[in-house]
């Protein structure tokens, strides 16, 4: 097995959305926002060689929006998910499935494209199966009015429509020690209903891929807890049961969001569950 990191494109949320109910004098010292109370983000992807199977998880926003759309986010930076798949010798028709955490258009955009003649959208990954879980796909194409504006349709339903999209098989618990892709699988309903976290084991370490149970380091505190949340309380609940084992067991931290810090380890500490150490992805996957 191989382990790449994809960058996709970076781009910039409300440091206040980001954060929920903690005060910007505090978020602002791990997290600084700019005149517009912007902060910076990524669109980390992640890139798994295994064998005859290569799987992406996540892919970022995507380019088919128009300009007003991607207005409101900021775009900065010259990263895409071609760029990246390229210097690892990779092209998208290489890719043999793409796994996604979740259908907010911040992961899932760049998995649907226009056509040729832009009178509709096709696969981005003509060679892939699409991978989500049957109880996030109905959350998602029946949304509730507080995710309606993450979950757009163009890039959900024609993965339907193209015979490409599979459900993984859930387990009765939080977590599924192995799936079809050949790693194991927490899956987390604070953010949004059945959210799934890869966890990949890896030259002798658990690289867990966070999605948006932890978007940057500045969110381990369990009160860091984004406004765009479903259900916060749950989302602080099972942070603190994660970042407790991921602390206990000495896991590594990939974080999609974090556009400065790529991969973490927590420690525990009498403050709780803190940073320990930052690592960039080449010193980890490559």
């Not at 005060?23 to 060689?49: S, V």
């Not at 092209?91 to 796994?99: K, L, P, Y």
């Not at 490409?164 to 790693?183: C, D, I, W, Y």
């Not at 916060?232 to 603190?240: G, Q, S, V």
Request: with cysteine; net charge negative.
């Amino acid at each position: 097995m191989k382990l790449y990191p994809i960058e996709s494109g970076n781009f910039k949320l409300d440091g206040g959305a980001m954060f929920g109910v903690v005060p910007k004098t505090i978020w602002n010292k791990t997290n600084p926002a700019d005149a517009n109370n912007l902060i910076d983000m990524a669109a980390r992807c992640l890139l798994i060689e295994d064998g005859n199977r290569l799987t992406l998880v996540d892919t970022g926003m995507g380019n088919k929006q128009n300009d007003k759309f991607f207005g409101y986010y900021s775009l900065w930076g010259d990263y895409s998910i071609d760029k990246s798949l390229a210097q690892w010798g990779f092209s998208r028709d290489d890719v043999t499935d793409v796994f996604l955490t979740h259908l907010h258009f911040d992961h899932v955009g760049g998995a649907i494209q226009w056509n040729k003649d832009r009178t509709g959208y096709e696969p981005a990954f003509k060679n892939a199966h699409f991978w989500t879980n049957d109880n996030h796909w109905d959350w998602a194409t029946k949304p509730n009015a507080r995710e309606k504006a993450s979950f757009l349709s163009e890039n959900i339903l024609p993965m339907q429509q193209s015979g490409q999209l599979k459900f993984v098989n859930r387990p009765e618990g939080a977590f599924l020690e192995q799936s079809e892709l050949g790693f194991g699988i927490l899956f987390a309903d604070g953010h949004t209903e059945k959210q799934m976290l890869p966890h990949i084991t890896y030259k002798g370490k658990t690289i867990v891929y966070m999605a948006d149970l932890l978007p940057t380091a500045g969110h381990i505190p369990l009160p860091y807890v984004m406004g765009y949340d479903t259900r916060p309380l749950l989302t602080i609940n099972e942070k603190e049961t994660f970042l407790n084992e991921a602390a206990s067991k000495g896991y590594y931290l990939m974080l999609g969001h974090d556009a400065h810090n790529e991969i973490i380890t927590v420690q525990h500490t009498d403050k709780g569950v803190r940073l320990k150490d930052v690592f960039t992805c080449n010193d980890i996957l490559i």
